[in-house]
């Protein structure tokens, strides 16, 4: 249990390419300010920090956030491990809120717990200062390189 | 199929509060610019525009802007048949994203097929530009007003 | 919304050929006693009685069996829209339950919201003497017959 | 990541009595043959065979047992680590079915990831002969004993 898949590839210059911050390309990971903290062969670790944009008029982090952030590490996960051109497009997941979040900073872990050539399923583990709020699971389809 | 729950109380107060943007809180729906387009008895339309901010650098709608839509309309379509000074906190949800979006409008839409007094189970639809999109279901728990 | 998605083909032979007991094959569907009451396209209606084999201690319906019944409902509503010879395998679906079971029949409802070449998405109601009892969505990748 | 909640109470009488088989009580536990093998504070594995009975017309385990084996060990497992006379109802879960099953045993571990007063949130794995074929996770609500 809580192993990872096997890999038949597993891209380190796409995997050092994704270290760091999410937010250069804009849009929803600028708004999220996400940052990749650690990347590794079907795993990745996304962390943010919470700040008043992101809570609701009631004081706790929106929801959306959490479900946002698991979309983005769901399909993110994927590039070191698939073939350079493909595209890991994120199908389906579903989300558990665990516990409110009211503060500090949120670390998101992907892992890819099993793959084929055609999809990925990967579980996300969220916790807030080292407490579990929020766990997903999804499935990612790849999408061969063009021409393939 | 498809029909709504019975709702012990509809306060069209509330409903008539939701409707229009949900942008002037601030936070994550004043970034997607939400907009209440019609609320009912156990059912809320939300609406967002795409727009170059909200896509991946791929030119396509990001994923999480469909999950944390579907997470804002999972619960606000509660207020109106929930008690004053209830809360309604997302639990879980789980979302299937049908076709990719490029452009044009989002519009979801919430309904309540089932309610307890602790409970709501919620389906979400979201078409884009007539097109089904994405497709949501959902648990909202119900907290009591406090001194309740 | 609620709608059905348009099909490429629907084999009306195929259609015929699921009508009646699914327990034939044996196996879970003859254990469970699955009745498909009606199929057409995109849609299919499947029906089983309760009785005390399907119940718990406690005298509920074992969530189980709605459990299977909407895996078998997910997986069949494809083969009328799918070439002969493809093979329809369910990847993944989520479902809740909205309310015990205790006495009575079961009738659950597939209907295909989305398809494309390789999947289907698939929404299931469960009634239980009209009331909703359950409520399921989920992924059925179509697999080409061998040799295509 | 991958830890289990803390609990407030666990008690080991319950726990020793679910260990071994669960067939005793009848119904789709005793048609599966499902036997719990190994039972600790928030954790629960347990085991069942294939059999011809078990397979679809295709020669693959039925979908549908791995969901209804899902859950049933999703809601047993709350039972050592709640209040006498409480009930574990299996409200929601979600199964991603990773490979297919055609001979050997399954064994599923569920581990309660989070645990209030009203619910756990409980996450499982399937494996086959040590392989990965199917994960999920789900909520259950913690009902408590009559008269309180």
Same mark, same amino acid.
């Given at each position: #249990?809580?192993?990872?898949a $096997?890999f ?6 796409? /995997?050092?390419? !994704?270290? *760091?911050?999410?937010?250069a390309?804009?849009?929803?990971? /600028?708004?999220?300010?996400? +940052?990749h903290?650690?990347? =590794?062969?079907?795993?990745?670790? /996304? @962390?943010? $920090?919470? @700040?008043?944009?992101l #809570?609701?008029?009631? =004081?706790n982090? +929106?929801? =959306?956030? !959490?479900?946002?952030?698991?979309d +983005?590490v769901? *399909?993110t ?7 350079? *051109? ?5 199908? $389906?997941?579903?989300?558990?809120? !665990? ?6 900073a !949120? ?7 099993? #793959?084929?050539? @055609?999809?990925a399923?990967? @579980?996300i583990?969220v916790?807030?200062? *080292?407490?579990?709020?929020c766990?997903?699971? =999804?499935?990612?389809l790849?999408?061969?390189?063009k021409? $393939?």
């Amino acid at each position: #249990m809580g192993e990872t898949a $096997e890999f038949a590839l597993y891209d380190e210059r796409v /995997a050092a390419g !994704l270290q *760091g911050s999410a937010a250069a390309g804009g849009g929803l990971p /600028a708004f999220l300010d996400i +940052h990749h903290s650690s990347v =590794g062969p079907g795993t990745l670790t /996304a @962390r943010i $920090e919470t @700040r008043p944009e992101l #809570m609701t008029p009631f =004081g706790n982090l +929106h929801g =959306g956030v !959490l479900a946002a952030l698991c979309d +983005h590490v769901l *399909g993110t996960v994927c590039y070191p491990v698939i073939p350079r *051109g493909a595209w890991a497009a994120t199908t $389906e997941f579903k989300v558990n809120y !665990l516990a409110p979040v009211t503060s500090g900073a !949120l670390q998101a872990t992907a892992t890819i717990v099993s #793959m084929t050539k @055609r999809t990925a399923v990967v @579980r996300i583990d969220v916790v807030n200062d *080292g407490r579990p709020v929020c766990m997903a699971q =999804g499935t990612v389809l790849i999408m061969a390189p063009k021409g $393939e």
